[in-house]
T-cell receptor, first 114, second 117 residues
Framework: DQQVKQNSPSLSVQEGRISILNCDYTNSMFDYFLWYKKYPAEGPTFLISISSIKDKNEDGRFTVFLNKSAKHLSLHIVPSQPGDSAVYFCAASVKGAGNTPLVFGKGTRLSVIA | GAVVSQHPSRVICKSGTSVKIECRSLDFQATTMFWYRQFPKQSLMLMATSNEGSKATYEQGVEKDKFLINHASLTLSTLTVTSAHPEDSSFYIC?????????????FGEGSWLTVV
């Protein structure tokens, strides 16, 4: 049973436009959510996180929105750049990602077209 | 920022031999590190939780005797793949938790690509 779901395996966006990556979760105990960017044969790079006490967190071009009632979060990238092309993983954790492992979605491959 | 380093980044070994992968937290102490495995075009699968000074906690289906984890210090965890087989060829990634104030964030190493021939 997949607790973190990224239902879109891929997404193509034109350079300069907004990229919206979606993530759904089923475990209501999750209280901390993170987005990672990953290139092939490299470790994931942390992008942005959000605690369940917030509904929005912004860092530069990246904004994460959390809708707890819908158990849904999304990552917005604006404006999208060709260098943003990568696989994006949504991850969730219980108790603030301290000593508990992250649960990952299957990832969404973003292609930003120049 | 916090940095987690893995070594080696790529390794090729013969079937039946053992290979060790190191994971270091470079500028912070990590009481807990996690080891993941990623197959091509698939998500990261948690293998085990490595606890400093105690035995690792393995996920269901992961062979403890095959994937030996040692967390001897607060900055180093090692994964040893014993009696390697070609099906062990994969991308192995470690991670460690770092406090960012409002919550802990997990940072990942660069990954280690293992090829067993």
């Amino acid at each position: 049973d997949q607790q973190v779901k990224q239902n879109s395996p891929s997404l193509s966006v034109q350079e300069g436009r907004i990229s919206i990556l979606n993530c759904d979760y089923t475990n209501s105990m999750f209280d901390y959510f993170l987005w990672y960017k990953k290139y092939p044969a490299e470790g994931p790079t942390f992008l942005i996180s959000i605690s369940s006490i917030k509904d929005k967190n912004e860092d530069g071009r990246f904004t994460v929105f959390l809708n707890k009632s819908a158990k849904h979060l999304s990552l917005h990238i604006v404006p999208s750049q060709p260098g943003d092309s990568a696989v994006y993983f949504c991850a969730a954790s219980v108790k603030g990602a301290g000593n508990t492992p992250l649960v990952f979605g299957k990832g969404t491959r973003l292609s930003v077209i120049a | 920022g916090a940095v987690v380093s893995q070594h080696p980044s790529r390794v090729i070994c013969k079937s039946g031999t053992s290979v060790k992968i190191e994971c270091r937290s470079l500028d912070f102490q990590a009481t807990t590190m996690f080891w993941y495995r990623q197959f091509p075009k698939q998500s990261l699968m948690l293998m085990a939780t490595s606890n400093e000074g105690s035995k690792a906690t393995y996920e269901q289906g992961v062979e403890k005797d095959k994937f030996l984890i040692n967390h001897a210090s607060l900055t180093l965890s090692t994964l040893t793949v014993t009696s390697a087989h070609p099906e062990d060829s994969s991308f192995y990634i470690c991670s460690a938790s770092f406090s960012r104030g409002h919550g802990n964030t997990i940072y990942f190493g660069e990954g280690s690509w293992l090829t067993v021939v």
